[in-house]
């Protein structure tokens, strides 16, 4: 007779070997046509092309191939690849000590905190890994906010069409984009959402159950869509109004995407509670959520936690990003930089009309409205070795480092209009017009 433990053994190994054979004849089943899975759970739609290393603006191939980067991990490497101040400080910082958990004071991350607060409406930060860990975090202060003040009632946040607030399923139930949705259950509720930018329906939907107003100053995700200024002040004034909070998403926004350290500015509002990451970290994941004293009293201890947020090697490189964002140059060269590429996109669009129909953005956040497919001008770009990013409306993002140079521009305009230039070429002549030679 088998011995329980050798039983037990036995069982455990005839299983695990079961697994493979049933992977392997699954895949075999052509009639069944069930994907064949890679070690990289296969949820995106990688382009074949891959990078040893980059160098400001520029990602190098193994082989030596440059490719101008205007997507900078979709606004998350601001100031360039392997910028010689963030890669010191990482350095420094990880011969030292990597983690020790938030049970201890971190003193990398009251620095940090003290730093955020001194440059923005803030009061208090709570440190995150991500974008979307920051907008959870958000999601729970605006709730909890309402509960301390004995209206637990109060959970909703209005959001807007064309939203994009993250992958988790609280976020993708704030943006609301079925595709994103489909799959998972029921959509987590309390998100209601109106019309992208129809004021007159955000003010119909806040009611008992509104806790706040969830909103990008600019989508990015959505196609580089732009909130006025004076819409997004009139928000602000609806929040007061009515005693809820206004949490802005600046996750893509922030750390001066736009010309100011933050998109609000650009408005002359401050929110209650904002999210922020991507630029935060200049490639190192680490986000953050903001607050005023106010929104955040119902966030004591025991409230939320995070066991990596905030670790000592993330703190050492957001604070020397924020010794970069905070350098007195540095918004003004954005803010003229944007403009110049702005006024080139603009030409660009008049000089190639059959694929370009407009310019958006501020600051170097910028979008192509495309006539063609977006992903036709993507894939043209790459093969004049220009690195954009895909949005929402049929928009090319152009997101390109911080700390690019006029030289720069003039480079991705030559790139812009070739690439252009090709997909005209394979279009034909326009309708109307009589061939060459004719």
């Known amino acids: 007779m088998e011995s329980p433990e050798f039983r037990s053994s036995?069982?455990?190994?005839?299983?695990?070997?079961?697994?493979?054979?049933?992977?392997?004849?699954?895949?075999?089943c052509e009639k069944d046509k069930i994907p064949v899975i890679t070690p990289v759970l296969p949820t995106y739609a990688r382009a074949d092309l891959e990078f040893e290393r980059g160098e400001g603006p520029w990602l190098i191939t193994a082989t030596g191939e440059r490719y101008l980067d205007f997507g900078a991990g979709i606004a998350?490497?601001?100031?360039?690849?392997?910028?010689p101040h963030l890669v010191a400080a990482l350095n420094e910082q990880a011969?030292?000590?990597?983690?020790?958990?938030?049970?201890?004071?971190?003193?990398?991350q009251e620095r940090l905190a003290r730093r955020l607060v001194e440059a923005t409406f803030a009061d208090t930060v709570f440190f995150t890994n991500s974008g979307a860990e920051a907008l959870e975090c958000a999601i729970k202060m605006a709730r909890k906010f309402h509960a301390a003040g004995g209206v637990p009632e109060r959970y909703e946040l209005i959001t807007m069409e064309g939203a994009f607030h993250g992958r988790t399923l609280a976020t993708i139930a704030a943006g609301g984009q079925q595709k994103y949705l489909e799959g998972f259950g029921p959509a987590m509720p309390g998100f209601p959402q109106v019309p992208f930018g129809d004021l007159k329906a955000l003010k119909a939907a806040i009611g008992p159950a509104t806790a706040g107003v969830l909103i990008e100053p600019i989508q990015g995700e959505g196609g580089i869509r732009v909130i006025p200024s004076e819409d997004l002040r009139r928000i602000r004034d609806l929040c007061d109004e009515t005693g809820i909070l206004l949490v802005l998403d600046e996750v893509q926004t922030g750390m001066g995407r736009t010309g100011k350290l933050f998109a609000h500015e650009l408005a002359g509002v401050t929110p209650d509670i904002m999210a922020i990451a991507k630029a935060l970290g200049g490639g190192f994941p680490v986000g953050a959520c903001l607050a005023t004293e106010a929104a955040a009293r119902g966030m004591t201890a025991g409230t939320h936690g995070s066991t990596f947020g905030g670790n000592p090697l993330a703190m050492a490189v957001a604070n020397a990003v924020l010794d970069l964002a905070l350098d007195q140059g540095f918004l003004p060269h954005v803010r003229a930089l944007g403009l110049k590429l702005k006024q080139k996109l603009a030409m660009l669009a008049d000089q190639h009309p059959r694929i370009i129909e407009s310019v958006r953005g501020e600051g170097l956040m910028l979008g192509l409205k495309c006539r063609v497919p977006n992903t036709e001008l993507?894939?043209?770009?790459?093969?004049e070795h220009m690195l954009t990013v895909g949005a929402g409306d049929n928009?090319?993002?152009?997101?390109?480092?911080l700390t690019i140079e006029e030289a720069h521009l003039d480079d991705a305009m030559e790139r812009l209009s070739r690439a252009c230039t090709a997909i005209e070429a394979a279009m034909g002549a326009p309708a109307g017009k009589s061939g060459a030679g004719s």
């Open 76 to 83: 998350v490497n601001a100031f360039g690849h392997a910028h």
């Open 395 to 401: 928009v090319v993002r152009l997101l390109p480092p």
């Open 378 to 383: 993507v894939q043209a770009l790459r093969m």
């Open 10 to 28: 036995r069982i455990g190994r005839d299983v695990h070997s079961s697994f493979p054979r049933r992977r392997f004849e699954r895949k075999s």
């Open 95 to 108: 011969q030292k000590v990597w983690h020790t958990s938030n049970i201890y004071r971190i003193p990398g």
